[in-house]
């Protein structure tokens, strides 16, 4: 679970911080205070995580020009994404394997680049204390603290150990800073999904493709999988109380039923049932449309995930974000999910985190 994001001169975001609890967060605020840059920011690390570089088009977002989320585009500015997770038992499981025995507390991971002159900067914290800080800084590539010395190897993958690779024998605080990183990159595999505000664009483009590596418990970033995902939940025993599940709680959209097959080889497409007739899916209202990966998500994301939804909002008037934000609390109570949400809606819901966000 992620407790903790800390954003700078990432888009529009000067220095901002935030605190996150389990089941639902929403963060809200006006235009332009930074709601959907700090859940990008977030998901940029996450989508990195392991790689020997930041994956700027990915599968969870798609940035295309690393200039273009610098604030202001000034290439001078240092860009910061620090993030703090609670250890879990997944990541504990791993903590042991390399012999670090923490049952319990917090990693604070830490990324930082400008780009102008290429400097890079990382920082592991296990329970708030410091165990090392490193980059490449003016050229070379330093250990920075506890003590300085080289590296060898230029520290540019992302929350991963290698990136921690000294020229001699590692001093003790590195070689806990690898094995936290080695258990926080392997603990966090397969729990951590976005959803952005482009969910909407998808329908038209992607409806009639099939795809041959889907992902086990993904919609995507883009929700391009949720029709795919959709063909396989109702033809899967197993999951037959799920989907009754996804009926009942898209039922308050006034969605009688929802199906989805082969049209053609190779052609694949889904329908809904509304007002007594069928239609084609991307041809539903944008509350439906908005929706319905979000709750597909929801039903196939494992036991203690954390879930990211940019714009739950999107489509939804005030009594049909407090149906789905209910439906959305139920989950992340039922299976230990995290979610977190952006809104322009101020959600009317007892269970959540209500998170403000003022023009930064």
């Not at 038992?89 to 507390?105: M, P």
């Not at 900067?121 to 070379?140: A, H, I, P, T």
């Amino acid at each position: 679970m992620i407790t903790k994001a800390c954003v700078s001169n990432f888009k529009a975001i000067r220095d901002v911080c935030v605190e996150f609890g389990d089941g639902l967060n929403v963060l809200v605020g006006p235009p332009s205070s930074g709601k959907s840059s700090i859940l990008e920011a977030v998901s940029l690390i996450m989508q990195s995580r392991g790689e020997d570089a930041l994956i700027i088009e990915g599968r969870l977002l798609m940035i295309h020009d690393i200039v273009d989320v610098i604030r202001n585009m000034d290439t001078s500015n240092r860009v910061a994404v620090s993030l703090r997770f609670s250890v879990d038992k997944h990541i504990v499981e791993f903590l042991r394997d390399t012999g670090v025995n923490v049952d319990s507390g917090s990693i604070t991971y830490s990324y930082s680049f400008t780009h102008s002159t290429g400097d890079v900067e990382q920082g592991v914290w296990l329970n708030d204390k410091l165990l090392v800080s490193f980059g490449r800084l003016g050229g070379r590539n330093l250990i920075l603290k506890p003590e300085p010395g080289d590296l060898c190897i230029t520290p540019y993958h992302v929350m991963h150990e290698d990136a921690l690779e000294t020229c001699g024998e590692a001093p003790d605080e590195v070689k806990v800073a690898r094995a936290v990183l080695f258990s926080l990159r392997q603990g966090l595999r397969d729990r951590f999904f976005f959803i952005g505000e482009n969910r909407l664009a998808w329908w038209k483009r992607t409806f009639e493709t099939t795809v041959d590596l889907l992902p086990d418990y993904s919609v995507g970033g883009d929700a391009q999988y949720t029709v795919h995902q959709l063909s396989r939940m109702l033809t899967v025993p197993s999951y037959r109380e799920q989907v009754k599940e996804l009926l009942s709680e898209m039922g308050a959209l006034g969605v009688e039923d929802l199906t989805a097959g082969f049209i053609a080889p190779n052609r694949l497409m889904g329908f809904i049932k509304a007002r007594g007739s069928w239609g084609v899916l991307y041809n539903a209202g944008l509350g439906v449309r908005s929706t319905l990966p979000l709750i597909v998500q929801l039903v196939l994301a494992p036991e203690d995930s954390t879930i990211i939804i940019d714009g739950v909002d999107i489509g939804l008037d005030e009594q049909s974000l407090g149906s789905v934000l209910s439906a959305v609390g139920r989950y992340a109570r039922g299976k230990g999910l995290q979610v977190i949400a952006s809104s322009r809606l101020r959600p009317r819901v007892s269970d959540a985190r209500v998170i403000e966000l003022a023009v930064n």
